[in-house]
């Protein structure tokens, strides 16, 4: 069962973020501060969920958070200052948003760049463990699998529909034989000969 929070003095939000190991498009991140009393019996890690299930968690979520916000940084950015500080910076982003601000964050991970002076504290897996951190995976999962869908109409020979930008063998060929596009990550390196890969525009 999920904790409800990692402390209870102060206001507390969770933050997560999707996308990281993507070969294209954004990294997005949310940030959630749940009630105290707040209980769903779906409520777990994204990735231990069906996309059904996500589905729909996202607007129970939306409608009794206290604040939630989804921020994201798109491939550009993530080429210019590398995957890690975009996960921070779309992390900081979601914060900005949020309509109350928080006093202490709980962070998915490992890693943090402090955000305002507001202490914080990483939990490892800290989605499977805390309620307000696997709620901001789900927000950052769905609204990043959206995103992905969309661009999947535009360019459907990638199989986002199904790999939402992830490194999967379709994905992989697909890029071999089309070239990388506009919303690939240059910086990745994806294949070995990428300086005579061919960019769609």
């Known amino acids: 069962m999920l904790l ?10 969770g933050l997560d973020e999707a996308g990281r190991g993507c070969y294209a ?21 994204s990735k231990q969920l ?24 798109d491939n550009n950015e993530i080429d210019k200052i590398n995957i890690l500080q975009a996960s921070f910076k779309a992390m900081h ?40 951190i696997a709620a901001a995976s789900i927000l950052a999962k769905t609204y990043r699998d959206e995103f992905m869908q969309q661009a999947h109409t535009a360019f459907p020979f990638y199989g986002w529909d199904k790999n939402k930008g992830y490194g999967t063998a379709l994905h992989r060929k697909a ?9 690939h990550r240059k910086s990745f390196n994806i294949l070995p000969y990428s300086k005579e890969q061919v960019t769609l525009l």
């Open 4 to 13: 409800s929070h990692y402390q209870t003095k102060l206001t507390e939000a």
């Open 25 to 45: 498009g954004p990294v997005f991140a949310a940030a959630v501060i749940l009630p105290a009393d707040f209980f769903h019996p779906l409520l777990n890690d």
């Open 50 to 73: 069906k996309e059904k299930e996500r589905d729909l968690l996202r607007p129970v979520i939306e409608k009794e958070s206290i604040a939630f916000a989804v921020a994201s940084i």
């Open 93 to 132: 982003l979601s914060l900005d948003n949020l309509t109350t601000v928080p006093e202490f964050l709980l962070i998915d991970g490992n890693r943090f760049k402090s955000y305002k002076k507001i202490n914080h504290q990483c939990i490892i897996k800290g989605d499977g463990k805390y309620a307000s």
């Open 175 to 183: 890029i071999d034989e089309n070239g990388l596009c506009v919303l």
